[in-house]
C-alpha cells in the first residue's frame, strides 16, 4: 500500500509540473483535446446509463427486482470506468505526438535528457498512433472478456473488481509509456519492466482514474498525468532497473 500511495503521490505531483512556464505552451493542446471530447463522451454518457437503466430493469425477472439494488451501482461503475478509459484513450490517441513532446521537455526539466529522435514529424506521428492502438488492443483483449463475465451470477462482483484492476493498470501503463517510449522502450518491454513495481503503477493509474471523474479537473488529468509519470520514471528509475544491465535490451 505504501507503493500505491507512492504512485499516488507521483499521480499528483503531475498538476504542480503544469504550472512551470517551460511546459505552459505544451499544455495547450492536450487541454483543447480534453475538453471537447469530455464533452461529447458526456453527452454520451448520459444516454447510455438511461438506457442500461431501462435495460436492467426489463432484463431481471419481477422475483428479482431486489437485485437491481445490488447490480446496478456495479453496472454503473463498470460502464462509467470503461467509457472513461475509452475517453481517455481517445483523447490520448489524438493526443499522442504532443504528449511524446512534452514527456520530453518535462523529462529535461526535470534533469533528464531528451531522447533526441531524428525521425520526421510525420514519422513520429505515425509511430506514435500505432503505440496508442497497440496499447488500446491490448486492453480490449482482457476487458471485454471481463465484462462478459460481470454479467454471470457469482463471479459478476470478481470480475467487476478485476476490470477496474485493469482500467487502473493499463492507465498507468498508458502514461508511462510517454518517458519509457522516448527512452526508446516498446510496449511489450515496459509491460515487463513495470510489473517489477506494479503496485506504484497502480496506484499512480488508480488516482489518475478518480481525478478524471472530477469535474474541470479531468480536462487537466492528461498532461498532468504525462507529466507525473515522467517524473515517476525519472525518480523511480533505479527501482525498475537491474543495474548493470540496459533495460531497452
Known amino acids: 500500500m505504501g507503493a500505491a500511495a507512492q504512485g499516488a503521490g507521483y499521480a499528483l505531483a503531475g498538476f504542480r ?3 512551470r512556464p517551460r511546459l505552459r505552451r505544451f499544455v495547450v493542446i492536450p487541454v ?5 471530447l469530455f464533452v461529447i463522451c458526456g453527452i454520451l454518457l448520459v444516454n447510455w446509463i438511461d438506457q442500461l437503466s431501462n435495460a436492467l430493469v426489463q432484463w431481471l425477472p419481477d422475483w428479482l427486482d431486489w437485485l437491481s439494488y445490488l447490480l446496478w451501482p456495479i453496472f454503473l461503475l463498470i460502464f462509467i470506468g470503461l467509457v472513461l478509459f475509452g475517453f481517455s484513450a481517445l483523447a490520448n490517441l489524438i493526443g499522442a505526438p504532443f504528449n511524446g513532446v512534452l514527456a520530453e521537455r518535462c523529462a529535461v526539466l526535470l534533469g533528464g535528457a531528451p531522447f533526441g529522435s531524428t525521425r520526421p ?3 513520429e506521428v505515425m509511430v506514435a498512433l500505432q503505440g496508442e492502438l497497440h496499447k488500446l488492443g491490448y486492453f480490449l483483449m482482457r476487458a471485454v472478456p471481463l465484462a462478459v463475465l460481470t454479467l454471470i451470477p457469482g463471479i459478476g462482483l ?3 473488481m478485476l476490470l477496474l484492476w485493469l482500467t487502473a493498470w493499463m492507465l498507468g501503463l498508458g502514461y508511462l509509456d510517454y518517458p519509457l517510449g522516448n527512452a526508446g522502450l516498446a510496449f511489450k518491454q515496459q509491460r515487463k519492466l513495470l510489473a517489477r513495481r506494479r503496485m506504484l503503477v497502480l496506484g499512480f493509474g488508480a488516482t489518475v482514474f478518480v481525478l478524471t471523474l472530477i469535474p474541470l479537473v ?6 498532468a498525468a504525462v507529466c507525473g509519470a515522467t517524473q515517476l520514471w525519472i525518480s523511480e528509475h533505479s527501482e525498475f532497473v537491474t543495474p548493470g544491465v540496459d533495460p531497452a535490451a
Open 17 to 19: 509540473l503544469l504550472s
Open 32 to 36: 483543447l483535446v480534453n475538453i471537447v
Open 121 to 123: 514529424l510525420w514519422a
Open 158 to 160: 470478481l470480475a467487476s
Open 218 to 223: 479531468n480536462f487537466l488529468v492528461m498532461p
